[in-house]
Nanobody, 116 residues
Framework: QVQLVESGGGLVQNGDSLRLSCDAS????????MGWYRQAPGEQRELVAV???????HYADSVKGRFTISTNNANNSVYLQMNSLNPDDTGVYYC??????????WGQGTQVTVSS
């Protein structure tokens, strides 16, 4: 089992920045990738950014150039630096980890609200 705990969400204004953190604990030895998804009200959950084996990053087109995903040296935490936030970035942000042996894990989510 892997436990994921997110932090760092909040209410900000258009153009502001936020940094989300996600700490993984438990059986993390088989985690191949960690990432961030978000879900806006009435919308499906969508990929924001993912980092594979600590080195390969992928971003949704809507956040390229504004968001940066990174991990710590132990690869048990993942961060999402979000700059130039706009109201379309509002939603619940979920941390995700893919365990090659046991499947996909999700955090409980953290709310990000960007006011115009």
């Amino acid at each position: 089992q892997v436990q994921l705990v997110e932090s760092g969400g909040g209410l900000v204004q258009n153009g502001d920045s936020l940094r989300l953190s996600c700490d993984a604990s438990g059986n993390i030895f088989n985690i191949a990738s960690m990432g961030w998804y978000r879900q806006a009200p009435g919308e499906q959950r969508e990929l924001v950014a993912v980092i594979v084996r600590g080195t390969e990053m992928h971003y949704a087109d809507s956040v390229k150039g504004r968001f940066t995903i990174s991990t710590n040296n132990a690869n048990n935490s993942v961060y999402l630096q979000m700059n130039s936030l706009n109201p379309d970035d509002t939603g619940v942000y979920y941390c995700n980890a893919v365990d090659v042996r046991h499947g996909i894990y999700w955090g409980q989510g953290t709310q990000v609200t960007v006011s115009s």
